[in-house]
Antibody, heavy 124, light 107 residues
Framework: QVQLVQSGSELKKPGASVKVSCKAS????????MNWVRQAPGQGLEWMGW????????TYAQGFTGRFVFSLDTSVSTAYLQISSLKAEDTAVYYC?????????????????WGQGTLVTVSS | DIQMTQSPSSLSASVGDRVTITCRAS??????LAWYQQKPGKVPKLLIY???TLQSGVPSRFSGSGSGTDFTLTISSLQPEDVATYYC?????????FGGGTKVEIK
């Protein structure tokens, strides 16, 4: 079955970097785009952007440029989110979520399935 | 960028009540809208896509409607297991985005 498994919780100090992984299984990784979604404690879902898993081209939402980088390792069907110069306000659960329609069919997409989420805590 | 606004931000209703949640886009998005349910401490779950198509396995008491700028998610008969926050998501372009969410509680 299609599954996304994310890396475990992280505790980081302000100014450090973190890299969250999202390992896909059950489908052809390079056929479906991957999205990243942030959820701060007690807050709603924020779409951070997506990465074309065929070309590696990322698209970032407003507010997620500069310190946020999406990357891939297609040899192990894994997408990554790296956040640098961490701040306390980056404390959140980060989800990866796959596009439902393949890259060949459409870029207009909703999300399913989702990874289980990775809690990143930034604290001194 | 197109903004998505949900209302109300929270609601309390009795078991068996009909519940309606609204999602409004700042510009027309045709029917490129999905709805998700997120129960406390859980991963968001897809309910509806293309504004009104029910995802496989989702109970038929959930329904969606709308096109253009105004959309609704309706729960025809609220059940205790429907306690959750509901989010709309636009996908009319490569720039996707969520509404602010509607928290549904039992009265």
């Amino acid at each position: 079955q299609v599954q996304l498994v994310q890396s475990g919780s992280e505790l980081k100090k302000p100014g450090a970097s973190v890299k969250v992984s999202c390992k896909a299984s059950g489908y052809t990784f390079t056929s479906y785009a991957m999205n990243w979604v942030r959820q701060a404690p007690g807050q709603g879902l924020e779409w951070m952007g997506w990465i074309n898993t065929n070309t590696g081209n990322p698209t970032y939402a407003q507010g997620f440029t500069g310190r946020f980088v999406f990357s891939l390792d297609t040899s192990v069907s894994t997408a990554y989110l790296q956040i640098s110069s961490l701040k306390a306000e980056d404390t959140a659960v980060y989800y990866c979520a796959r596009d439902v329609l393949s890259l060949r069919r459409s870029f207009k997409n909703w999300f399913d399935p989702w990874g289980q989420g990775t809690l990143v805590t930034v604290s001194s | 960028d197109i903004q998505m606004t949900q209302s109300p931000s929270s609601l309390s209703a009795s078991v068996g009540d009909r519940v309606t949640i609204t999602c409004r886009a700042s510009q027309g998005i045709s029917n490129y809208l999905a709805w998700y349910q997120q129960k406390p401490g859980k991963v968001p779950k897809l309910l509806i896509y293309a504004a009104s198509t029910l995802q496989s396995g989702v109970p038929s008491r959930f329904s969606g409607s709308g096109s253009g700028t105004d959309f609704t998610l309706t729960i025809s008969s609220l059940q205790p297991e429907d306690v959750a926050t509901y989010y709309c998501q636009k996908y009319n372009s490569a720039l996707r985005g969520f509404g602010g969410g509607t928290k549904v509680e039992i009265k």
